[in-house]
């Protein structure tokens, strides 16, 4: 069975960054960042495919979050850049089993979850 750890999360000002860090124990999988805001549902950040050869993200953090791995340490980054406000969140890692060429953006697709980390970015 797969684990995934959330890691870096925190209290910043906008403007700020911070790197989350997800660790996943056992095989290497697509791997994927989600968000969810108070009040709001969950909804995809960012995603990478095994390999770390293709990346994508949702419209609302393109050019400020680059997502990464290493997969010798079977971990995925999110580096956040230019925080907002509107980062506020709780962010979660996820694992799919199912080796795609590129990231899915969809939750159903993701087997494994983490217990997520919060992001807290002040005015």
């Known amino acids: 069975q797969v684990q995934l750890v959330e890691s870096g999360g925190g209290l910043v000002q906008a403007g700020g960054s911070l790197r989350l860090s997800c660790a996943a124990s056992?095989?290497?999988?697509?791997m994927g960042w989600f968000r969810q805001a108070p009040g709001k549902e969950r909804v995809f950040v960012a995603g990478?495919?095994?390999?770390?050869?293709?990346?994508t993200y949702a419209d609302p953090v393109k050019g400020r979050f680059t997502i990464s791995r290493d997969n010798a340490k079977n971990t995925v980054y999110l580096q956040m850049n230019s925080l907002k406000p509107e980062d506020t969140a709780v962010y979660y890692c996820?694992?799919?089993?199912?080796?795609?060429?590129?990231?899915?953006?969809?939750?159903?697709?993701?087997?494994?979850w983490g217990q997520g980390t919060q992001v807290t970015v002040s005015s």
């Open positions: 996820a694992a799919e089993r199912r080796l795609r060429s590129s990231a899915s953006e969809a939750f159903y697709d993701y087997d494994y």
């Open positions: 056992g095989r290497t999988f697509s």
């Open positions: 990478i495919n095994y390999s770390g050869r293709q990346t």
